[in-house]
């Protein structure tokens, strides 16, 4: 906490960083599938295909970020080095999810063979296309959003599945899993705020890409119940 | 038209009551100590409060003269004559009667004339809704001035008889939170369209709120029992029957309680977006909050970004009179007020974070005069 120097610029854009995620968290806190989640009313099925619909999205999560990150250039080699970091932590993230979605008696092949729900690919599009422009430095917004969900599973939607169902193995090991590093995470964060909110027009592109990630990924939550 | 707080009053019945003396006023359930008492203490950080119950569990002064007494208070202290006044606005979570209105019972208390009468039900944000009711019928002209009075007299769910009718269940943990936590006291604002005469004012700025029962489920509540998802005290065939079901106990979900300070940050992040806050000049903070909620991550992230206010501007006297529900925010404003030298210009913020079904109160002060 203490060798934490944010730059005016920097605390007004993770000020606003944290208001889009607490807007975002009342969102998804009225999403169907979330509230019976948080309150204790989640059958197995429906846990089941929540990590269905999250796989096919978190498979392709370690593609935009290292798409991200091969698009800055030199004069942001030391952004690319976190970002790749960042993608090398992640990008095996869907076998620990798809070793959960097994552990609830899912079977392996449907979770491969299933395809993105409309929010998914919607929210994958959207991450592609920003990652794809040079230095894409307004997609800190999406890894904030997306840092923050990580800290959600693991310290709450996990708890709460736990307290639901009980198997032989564990079942929530992609959620708990996030929420280790935690405090490395969020230093990383705020360095690379500090680093690339050097504008009053950057911030504001950081800021519209996590509203948009925000949305999406409320979407992609609320299409959960459509599959 | 502006709108002033020109006097303040407070009325916290008989003595304090220390945390060694809770039991032997609200008596011991099943005539065993509770082994939860010192753990939510330590968490909560009250170390006195003050009870309109004696150790007989009898009630020494109802709610509505409670309320009185600290109006009176307000009144004396004020350059107004009781004949003068408006309007009457007053809160509470619970009246001692449950109908008329509880402003209805405080204007027969007090003797006011012909006020109009405004009553707010809920619980700890109630206080600021009978406020922004007065704030708003000056502001548009209809009184010139407003008694607003908020007050609470919980401890008579607190009883040990009360746990002692409920059948089939032990008293779990969310059922007795709060019994180490809340406790009975009231608080009076006068509100005028003019700064006072001589000494200082506050100047109500704005007072918002953002209600999130949309949201999530019912965090602290009287009515409903434990697991009853439907059914609620009066669907019972009798009261007696409500209240062995547990229907009748004051409850907080305490799982659910975490959910108000992302509530309560989220509020204020949506304040200073808005422009009506500049964190960096607000001079006071008070804020019906415990501060074992300050240990939260979000805090340090508030932190971080700038938006957090310097620990020495907080006042709270949570920890001495008590936490009176929605009385609380108008006794800490008035011993706020009566214990520091203000200096024109200050401001004050103030800050209610309602569990009940999450709501949460904001208001800006400036010192006048």
């Given amino acids: 906490m203490d060798n934490i120097v944010l730059t005016k610029l920097g605390q007004s854009c993770l000020q606003s960083l944290l208001k889009v995620w607490f807007d975002f968290d009342l969102a998804i806190t009225q999403v169907p599938i979330i509230k019976r989640l948080e309150q204790g009313r989640l059958s197995i099925e429906d846990y089941q295909s929540l990590l269905l619909n999250l796989r096919q999205q978190v498979i392709e999560g370690s593609r935009w970020i290292s798409r991200c990150a091969s698009s800055f250039d030199r004069e942001y080699a030391d952004v690319r080095s976190t970002v790749i970091s960042h993608a090398t932590e992640e990008h095996r993230d869907y076998l620990i999810l798809e070793n959960d979605y097994v552990a609830t008696g899912g079977t392996l092949t449907d979770i491969q063979a299933a395809s993105k729900n409309i929010g998914s690919e919607a929210l994958h599009g959207f991450l592609m296309y920003r990652a794809s422009q040079p230095n894409p430095v307004d997609l800190i917004g999406a890894m904030w959003i997306i840092e923050g969900l990580g800290n959600k599973m693991a310290s709450k939607w996990s708890q709460r599945i736990n307290e639901q169902f009980s198997f032989e193995n564990t079942i929530t090991a992609f959620m708990d899993y996030h929420g280790e590093n935690d405090e490395n995470h969020l230093q990383a964060l705020y360095r690379l705020i500090d680093r690339v909110a050097t504008s009053p027009e950057r911030v504001n592109d950081i800021i519209r890409t996590a509203k948009v990630v925000a949305k999406l990924y409320q979407l992609q939550l609320e299409e959960v119940d459509n599959g | 038209m502006q709108v002033y707080i020109n006097s303040t009053g407070r009325y916290l019945p008989g003595k304090a009551v ?352």
């Fill in chain 2, 18 to 369: 220390n945390n060694e003396e809770i039991e032997s006023v609200l008596g011991l359930i099943h005539g065993k100590k509770s082994r939860l008492k010192r753990k939510i203490l330590n968490s909560n950080g009250i170390l006195q409060r003050h009870y309109a119950i004696n150790d007989q569990q009898q009630t020494t002064i109802s709610n509505s003269d409670m309320a009185a007494n600290a109006g009176m208070n307000c009144i004396d202290e004020s350059y107004l004559a009781p004949a003068k006044i408006q309007m009457l606005s007053c809160a509470t979570s619970q009246g001692d009667m449950v109908l008329p209105g509880f402003g209805s019972m405080v204007q027969a208390a007090l003797n006011l004339s012909e006020v109009e009468l405004h009553t707010s039900h809920g619980i700890c944000s109630s206080s600021m809704m009978a406020l922004k009711t007065a704030f708003n019928n000056i502001r548009c002209q209809d009184s010139d001035n407003a008694l607003v009075i908020a007050s609470e007299l919980t401890s008579r769910l607190f009883k040990h008889s009360r746990y002692e009718q409920v059948t089939d269940q032990a008293v779990d943990f969310n059922a007795e939170f709060l019994r180490w936590m809340l406790s009975d006291g009231a608080g009076a604002l006068l509100l005028e369209n003019q700064p006072r005469p001589t000494g200082r004012s506050l100047r109500i700025d704005w007072i918002k709120s953002f209600s999130h029962a949309n949201v999530f489920p019912v965090c602290m509540s009287v009515g409903q029992s434990k697991d009853e998802e439907q059914k609620t005290w009066q669907d019972y065939s009798s009261y007696g029957e409500a209240e062995q079901a547990g229907a009748l106990l004051l409850r907080q979900d305490v799982r659910l309680l975490d959910n108000i300070v992302a509530v309560g940050v989220q509020g204020f992040l949506k304040l200073i977006a808005q422009g009506h806050v500049d964190p960096h000049k607000i001079d006071h903070v008070l804020c019906h909050f415990s501060s074992k909620y300050f240990k939260n991550k979000i805090f340090e992230m508030l932190e971080v970004s700038g938006a957090s206010i310097a620990e020495e501007k907080w006042y709270t006297n949570l920890y001495q009179r008590g936490n009176t529900g929605c009385a609380s925010i108008f006794i800490m404003l008035d011993e706020f007020i009566k214990t520091h030298e203000l200096k024109a210009g200050e401001t004050l913020f103030c800050m209610v974070p309602e569990s009940g079904r999450f709501n949460c109160a904001y208001m800006h002060l400036t010192v006048v005069g």
